[in-house]
């Protein structure tokens, strides 16, 4: 039995382009949102020691949530 030549099939460089403006446009949304997130828990009165230690404490477990899909 033989096996078939491997050949490239669709657009590799626009899948890529695809792939990595889709993450691009994520990571900026995620910024964006963490932004507002700290300037609407500074208009709560939260303070700036407790909103760094929450953002921070989400991005850890973002982190590790997509270390385990990985």
């Known amino acids: 039995m033989t096996e078939a030549p491997i050949t490239t099939v669709g657009r590799p460089r626009l ?3 695809l792939v990595y403006g889709g993450r691009g446009v994520r990571a900026t949304g995620m910024g964006i949102l963490a932004v507002l997130i700290a300037i609407y ?3 709560t009165g939260m ?3 407790r909103i760094g230690f929450l ?5 850890v477990g973002g982190v590790a949530l ?3 899909v990985v």
């Open 55 to 59: 953002l921070g404490f989400s991005l």
């Open 47 to 49: 303070s700036a020691p």
């Open 15 to 17: 899948d890529a382009f």
């Open 66 to 68: 997509s270390s385990v």
């Open 41 to 43: 828990l500074d208009a």
